[in-house]
């Protein structure tokens, strides 16, 4: 599924079609998906052109979650125009600076960026879910930790007790599930890669988001892992606990939260290591295979936790260390 950087044929008879004749196209990003990304410029105004073509891609529940956040007062790019059969949308343009980016360039305001990250969040689960977004809970927890067995096991070439492994992940996250937390809208890949900085805005319309059109209504620990335990950076482990501390100060939240918070991070970690693996293997995206190390890393931190007790019994009875973090460059 490797995908190159060239814009639709029919990009120039969109673009002029809103006003954006003659622009130059440049390209901007691809991601994990058939997703591809260019900046759109012309003269001193530039937008992003996102093409997302059918039949692999649908535009529409991106349009209706950017709508809708900025509805409840967070940052998500402005629907400039759209041509939806064709998938094609023309959007704001949020300038180059992500947060991964800033804080590799600006180390010492780590702490006081990942307040503004957590408080997104605190901001966001004040309100009722998106109406309409499918539900993510436990059926879903499970079937998305699969993608471990079904991916990374067959690649490492392990044979693993695959219905003791569903029984573990039961184990673990029924208790999640029933904890009687109210459901939020989860953004599902909320992390430093999908959040721009923003200038001459401040709180949380500081940081413009990225990458929610597949957004559930979910557990309101999730995303909040999410962007603490993330794939692609390194958050201080000091951090990542004034952070929790944090959010349930603010939405007097406890011990279940601090439970289903470990516990939705190991299930995350977990799907990851999957879906990188699935990316690299089926979708020829090697790189992805760079970040399993981290992922290893933070997914035993997390099972030392308690009530994941099922979960690291079963890792280390069917997955030897030496399968894990980067075992295919060991054996090289």
Not at 62 to 71: D, G, N, Q, R, T
Not at 254 to 268: C, D, H, T, V
Request: glycine letters at 8%; a negative charge.
């Amino acid at each position: 599924m490797a995908s190159t950087m060239t814009p639709p044929a029919h990009a120039p008879e969109f673009l002029a079609s809103c006003g954006w004749k003659g622009a130059d196209v440049l390209p901007l990003a691809g991601d994990a998906s058939f997703r591809r990304y260019f900046r759109v410029v012309q003269g001193d105004r530039s937008a992003v052109l996102m093409d997302a073509p059918p039949p692999h891609e649908d535009p529409r529940p991106f349009v209706a979650i950017a709508e809708w956040l900025a509805s409840v007062g967070l940052s998500a790019p402005e629907i400039i125009a759209r041509d939806l059969d064709k998938g094609l949308l023309l959007l704001g343009d949020f300038g180059d600076w992500r947060l991964r980016e800033w804080l590799d360039d600006n180390p010492d305001g780590e702490r006081e960026l990942y307040e503004v990250a957590t408080d997104v969040l605190i901001h966001l689960h004040q309100h009722r879910p998106m109406p309409g977004l499918p539900v993510h809970g436990l059926d879903q927890w499970l079937e998305e930790v699969k993608l471990f067995t079904d991916w990374y096991c067959p690649a490492v070439g392990l044979e693993i007790d695959a219905a003791g492994y569903r029984e573990a992940w039961t184990r673990a996250l029924s208790p999640v599930a029933g904890d009687g937390m109210s459901p939020v809208t989860v953004l599902r890949d909320y992390h430093a890669e999908n959040i721009m900085l923003v200038a001459g805005r401040g709180g949380v319309e500081h940081f413009g988001l990225l990458d929610f059109q597949d957004a559930l209504s979910g557990h309101p620990a999730y995303d909040l892992a999410s962007v603490l335990e993330d794939a692609r950076r390194d958050v201080p482990a000091a951090i990542e606990r004034a952070m929790i501390d944090r959010y349930i100060a603010a939405t007097g939240h406890g011990e279940a939260f601090e439970r289903a918070y470990w516990a939705l991070a190991a299930q995350r970690n977990t799907r990851i290591l999957g879906v990188f693996t699935r990316l690299w293997k089926r979708d020829n995206k090697p790189h992805y295979r760079q970040f399993q190390p981290r992922m290893w890393g933070l997914l035993e931190r997390d099972l030392e936790q308690p009530g994941l007790e099922p979960v690291r019994d079963w890792f280390d009875a069917n997955v030897p260390a030496r399968y894990r973090r980067d075992p295919w460059r060991e054996a090289a």
